[in-house]
T-cell receptor, first 109, second 114 residues
Framework: DAKTTQPTSMDCAEGRAANLPCNHSTISGNEYVYWYRQIHSQGPQYIIHGLKNNETNEMASLIITEDRKSSTLILPHATLRDTAVYYCIVHNAGNMLTFGGGTRLMVKP | GAGVSQSPSNKVTEKGKDVELRCDPISGHTALYWYRQRLGQGLEFLIYFQGNSAPDKSGLPSDRFSAERTGESVSTLTIQRTQQEDSAVYLC????????????FGPGTRLTVT
C-alpha cells in the first residue's frame, strides 16, 4: 500500500470548514483513498473513500487531485464533536488497513 | 441497526495468564478483522477472516496469539501467557466485503497486563 503524509495537527474554528490535506505521491492505479477518524477512546469510524472522482456524503467531501498524488478531506461545518484524529489511508479495497499517525484536528469554539 | 460489539470492554490480567476477547460483527458481514492499538499509536493489523477462506494470520505478533471465527459470526482472540507488552486496546472490525469497502469498528477491549 502507498505511504501517506499528513500534518500532525490542525485547528479549526467551530462552524468553519475544516480542510485536511493528505499526500500520497506513490499511489498506484488500483488503490483507493480512504478516510477514517478516531474520536478519543472510541474505535475508528469510516468517513469516505474514492478512487479518482471527487466524492461527497453526509459527513464530508473528498477532493482528489487529477494526478491522484494528493487529496483533501473537507468537513463543511466543523463542530466540537468533529475533534478527532483523522487518518488518510491508501490501499487496495477489502483488506486490512494500515493506519499512520494521522492529523489531530482540534475544533475550537 | 446493531454495530460491532466487543467484550469485555476492559480486562486487567496478571502476567502469564491467558485472556479471551470476543467480537460480534454486524450481521451479514463476511469479513472480520482484529487490530491492536497501543497508547498513542496507530492500528496494528493482527488477523483477517473472510467467509470460509483460510484466515490471514500474517499480523499475529507471536504464537501466543490465536483467533477463531465460527462461520460468519462471532470471533474470539486468545492471548496465552500474557506479557506486559500485550497491554493495548484490541479492536475488531467487520465489513460487507462484496459490495462495500468500509470497515465498521467496535469500541475495543482495553487489556492491561500487570
Amino acid at each position: 500500500d502507498a505511504k501517506t503524509t499528513q500534518p500532525t495537527s490542525m485547528d479549526c474554528a467551530e462552524g468553519r470548514a475544516a480542510n485536511l490535506p493528505c499526500n500520497h505521491s506513490t499511489i498506484s492505479g488500483n488503490e483507493y483513498v480512504y478516510w477514517y477518524r478516531q474520536i478519543h477512546s472510541q474505535g475508528p469510524q469510516y468517513i469516505i473513500h474514492g478512487l479518482k472522482n471527487n466524492e461527497t456524503n453526509e459527513m464530508a467531501s473528498l477532493i482528489i487531485t487529477e494526478d491522484r498524488k494528493s487529496s483533501t478531506l473537507i468537513l463543511p461545518h466543523a463542530t466540537l464533536r468533529d475533534t478527532a484524529v483523522y487518518y488518510c489511508i491508501v490501499h487496495n479495497a477489502g483488506n486490512m488497513l494500515t493506519f499512520g499517525g494521522g492529523t489531530r484536528l482540534m475544533v475550537k469554539p | 441497526g446493531a454495530g460491532v460489539s466487543q467484550s469485555p470492554s476492559n480486562k486487567v490480567t496478571e502476567k502469564g495468564k491467558d485472556v479471551e476477547l470476543r467480537c460480534d460483527p454486524i450481521s451479514g458481514h463476511t469479513a472480520l478483522y482484529w487490530y491492536r492499538q497501543r497508547l498513542g499509536q496507530g492500528l496494528e493489523f493482527l488477523i483477517y477472516f473472510q467467509g470460509n477462506s483460510a484466515p490471514d494470520k500474517s499480523g499475529l505478533p507471536s504464537d501466543r496469539f490465536s483467533a477463531e471465527r465460527t462461520g460468519e459470526s462471532v470471533s474470539t482472540l486468545t492471548i496465552q501467557r500474557t506479557q506486559q507488552e500485550d497491554s493495548a486496546v484490541y479492536l475488531c472490525a467487520s465489513s460487507f466485503r462484496d459490495y462495500y469497502y468500509e470497515q465498521y469498528f467496535g469500541p475495543g477491549t482495553r487489556l492491561t497486563v500487570t
